[in-house]
C-alpha cells in the first residue's frame, strides 16, 4: 500500500518489467526445446564470453535476490541445511538450493515459468567468494553438467600485469568446453559485439547512478538495486544498452527539474554492503520519513566495467573482472569509498554487516573507524543478512538509525 514516504514512481520501470520478462521467458523457451544452449553464470562471471559464443544466460544470484525480496528465502534455507550446506554460509546459495529442492520459485508467481532453466554449463568466477563455486558444484552434481571457472586473485591493493595475463588466459581456456557443449566454435566478431555492448551498458548505468550526485537526489539506492536488474542480466545484449538510455533520459529530466526522490532531502548516506532484501521497502520508507536519501552504495557500483574494450576481449575482461571492489584490499576500499563521498557529498554511511557474506561485509576489520579518522564520515553498522530474516531485527535496526540521523542532525 503507497503512503507519503513510498518511492516516488519511476517510468522506465515498466521496460524494466518487459526487460526481464523476456529474459526469463527466452530462457524458459530454451530449456524446453534444448536451444539455443544454457549456461549458467556468476553475476561477475564471464557473460560477454557465454553472450558470444551464442549461450542463453542464467544468473542464479539474481534468482537468489528474488527469493530475498519476495521473502520466500527465510523459509526456505533449512532445506539446504539439512542437506548439509551450514546457515552461516551465503544465503543465496543456501535459499536457492532450498527453492530448487522444495521445488517453489518466485518465478511462478511472477511469470508462471515453474522452475528454473536447465543448465547446459556451469561458469564461475570466485572473484567475488568461493561460495560461488560450491553453489554451481552442487548444481553439476544434479544436472550432471560441466563446472568450468576463473580463479582470481583476491585482496589485491595494485593490479599487476602477470595478474591480468593470468586471468586472460584462464578466460580463453574456459573456450575448448564451451565450444564442447555448443557444439559451435568460437565467433570472434559475436564476442567483440558483446564486449562492446557490455561497456556501452556499464557507462549508462555509471551515468544513471552518478545522477544521483545531483543535491537533491533523483532516485535512491533502493529504486537502484531495482533496476539494476538488466545490468546483471543483459549485459552483453542490445536490450541493456536500450534500458538504460531510457533510464538515463528520466532521470536526467529529474535532475534538470529539481525533481528530490525524497522530499525536503535532509540527509545524503552511503549503503555499503549487501541490501536487506526482505526490507527494501521498510528501510527506504523509514528513510524517507527522516528526510534521508540514499545516495551511493558499493553494491550497485559493482556492474560497472568500463574497462572492457572489444579490440582485446580477453584481457579486458580479465581487468574489468579483477578491478571490482570486491576483490580489492582495505587501503584501496577506503579510497574508492573516500571518492565516492567527494562526488556523491553524502554525510554518513550505514555498512551492513551481512551474516552469510563476509565478502560484502567491509565493517569487520576497522574499516569504519579508519574512514572516520582519516576522513571524518559518519557511520553506523547494521547487523543483518541478504536473505536470511532471522538474522535481521527491524526494531533494532530502525531505533539505530533513527539515532544515526539524530546524531547527523547534531553535527
Ligand atoms: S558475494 Fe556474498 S552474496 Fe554473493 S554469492 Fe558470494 S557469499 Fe553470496
Avoid at 9 to 35: P, Q, S
Avoid at 309 to 316: A, G, I, Y
Amino acid at each position: 500500500m503507497k503512503n507519503e514516504y513510498s518511492r516516488k514512481g519511476i517510468a522506465a520501470a515498466a521496460t524494466l518489467k518487459k526487460v526481464m520478462a523476456d529474459h526469463f521467458y527466452e530462457l524458459d523457451e530454451a530449456a524446453r526445446t534444448g536451444f539455443p544452449k544454457i549456461a549458467w553464470c556468476t553475476s561477475v562471471g564471464p557473460a560477454e564470453l557465454l553472450r558470444g559464443m551464442g549461450f542463453l544466460v542464467y544468473y542464479p544470484e539474481n534468482h537468489g535476490a528474488m527469493l530475498g525480496a519476495t521473502r520466500m528465502a527465510t523459509e526456505l534455507i533449512p532445506y539446504a541445511n539439512a542437506i548439509g550446506y551450514s546457515p552461516e554460509i551465503c544465503s543465496y546459495l543456501t535459499s536457492d538450493i532450498g527453492s530448487y529442492l522444495r521445488k517453489k520459485t518466485p518465478l511462478t508467481k511472477a511469470y508462471r515459468i515453474e522452475s528454473v532453466p536447465r543448465p547446459d554449463v556451469l561458469v564461475f568466477n570466485t572473484n567475488q567468494c568461493r561460495d560461488v563455486q560450491d553453489w554451481f558444484a552442487w548444481y553439476s552434481r544434479e544436472f550432471k553438467v560441466p563446472l568450468i571457472g576463473i580463479h582470481t586473485h583476491r585482496g589485491i591493493g595494485d593490479i599487476w600485469d602477470y595478474q591480468i595475463k593470468d586471468i586472460a588466459q584462464q578466460i580463453e581456456g574456459l573456450v575448448p568446453k564451451l565450444e564442447e557443449v555448443s557444439g559451435k566454435e568460437l565467433d570472434m566478431d559475436r564476442l567483440k559485439e558483446a564486449v562492446e555492448y557490455s561497456r556501452r551498458t556499464s557507462e549508462l548505468w555509471r551515468d544513471c547512478l552518478e545522477s544521483a550526485s545531483a543535491i537533491p537526489s533523483p532516485w535512491t539506492f533502493f529504486d537502484a538495486v531495482i533496476h539494476m536488474g538488466p545490468a546483471v542480466v543483459a549485459r552483453g545484449t542490445r536490450q541493456g544498452v536500450e534500458y538504460y538510455e531510457l533510464l538515463l533520459a528520466e532521470l536526467r529530466e529529474r535532475v534538470a527539474n529539481n525533481v528530490a526522490a525524497v522530499e525536503g532531502e535532509r540527509h545524503r548516506l552511503y549503503w555499503e554492503g549487501m541490501p536487506v532484501w526482505g526490507k527494501l521497502r521498510a528501510l527506504s520508507e523509514q528513510l524517507s520519513s527522516l528526510r534521508t536519501c540514499v545516495v551511493a552504495s558499493t553494491y550497485c557500483s559493482s556492474w560497472i566495467f568500463e574497462q572492457l574494450d572489444p579490440d582485446d576481449p580477453f584481457e579486458s575482461m580479465a581487468l574489468a573482472y579483477t578491478e571490482l571492489f570486491i576483490v580489492r584490499d582495505e587501503p584501496y576500499k577506503e579510497r574508492y569509498i573516500e571518492s565516492c563521498q567527494q562526488l556523491f557529498k553524502f554525510d554518513g554511511i550505514i555498512f551492513h554487516d551481512a551474516r552469510t557474506c563476509p565478502n560484502n561485509t567491509n565493517s569487520r576489520y576497522g574499516m569504519p573507524e579508519r574512514l572516520r579518522q582519516g576522513s571524518g564520515i559518519a557511520s553506523l553498522v547494521i547487523d543483518g543478512d541478504l536473505n536470511d530474516l532471522r538474522c535481521y531485527s527491524e526494531e533494532q535496526t530502525k531505533t539505530q538509525i533513527e539515532a544515526f540521523i539524530e546524531q547527523l542532525e547534531g553535527s
